[in-house]
Nanobody
Framework: QVQLVESGGGLVQPGGSLRLSCAAS????????MGWYRQAPGKQRELVAA???????NYADSVKGRFTISRDNAKNTVYLQMNSLKPEDTAVYYC??????????????WGQGTQVTVSS
């Protein structure tokens, strides 16, 4: 029973910071890649950042230099540190367990999401 629980969202002013957390359970966290995605009203869900089991990271161009993804395998938790927030960052942010390589029918596991609103 895979479970992903996001927390840390809220209302923040432009230029502010927020740290999101995703607590994972029900699988061997340390060998799985994890990702953060976001979805704004009327828009497609998009990848924000991802991190592999070996701590390799990649980011959407729109957040490079502002956001940092990290993981703590001892706590089964993945984080997203968001700095210099902009109104266009407003969205529901979701945590995802990325499929293991080589699976023929990968199943998508998502958290419930946490709302981030950037407004003055």
């Amino acid at each position: 029973q895979v479970q992903l629980v996001e927390s840390g969202g809220g209302l923040v002013q432009p230029g502010g910071s927020l740290r999101l957390s995703c607590a994972a359970s029900g699988f061997i966290f340390s060998i799985n890649a994890m990702g953060w995605y976001r979805q704004a009203p009327g828009k497609q869900r998009e990848l924000v950042a991802a991190i592999t089991s070996g701590d390799t990271t990649n980011y959407a161009d729109s957040v490079k230099g502002r956001f940092t993804i990290s993981r703590d395998n001892a706590k089964n938790t993945v984080y997203l540190q968001m700095n210099s927030l902009k109104p266009e960052d407003t969205a529901v942010y979701y945590c995802k367990k990325e499929p293991r390589p080589g699976r023929l029918y990968p199943y998508e596991y998502w958290g419930q999401g946490t709302q981030v609103t950037v407004s003055s």
